[in-house]
């Protein structure tokens, strides 16, 4: 059975960092694209980083400079690094494994006061 589960999610002022972790389980995790998405109230859930096994990366615009997704393939865990960030970044962040089927976790809370 496969599990994406995310942890760090939370309440934090504007400005301030956060990291979020992601372990997968019942996956080859070395060889999936991994992403993480958010969805804000009311929005489309939108794509905001993502790692290929190769470790190509790319970024929403909107968080280019701030976030850095990496991952540690020994741990099956993707991590996103959340800095400066802003108010309009507070949504559900959710976990994505992609090969052949895409997976996706739960989501964790992400709330940025002002």
């Known amino acids: 059975q496969v599990q994406l589960v995310e942890s760090g999610g939370g309440l934090v002022q504007a400005g301030g960092s956060l990291r979020l972790s992601c372990v997968a389980s019942g996956i080859i995790f070395s060889m999936n694209t991994m992403g993480w998405y958010r969805q804000a109230p009311g929005k489309q859930r939108e794509l905001v980083a993502r790692?290929?096994?190769?470790?190509?990366?790319n970024y929403a615009d909107s968080v280019k400079g701030r976030f850095t997704i990496s991952r540690d393939n020994r741990r099956n865990t993707v991590y996103l690094q959340m800095n400066s960030l802003k108010p309009e970044d507070t949504g559900v962040y959710y976990c994505?494994?992609?090969?052949?089927?895409?997976?996706w976790g739960r989501g964790t809370q992400v709330t940025v006061s002002s």
């Open positions: 994505n494994a992609m090969r052949d089927t895409t997976y």
């Open positions: 790692i290929t096994s190769g470790r190509n990366t």
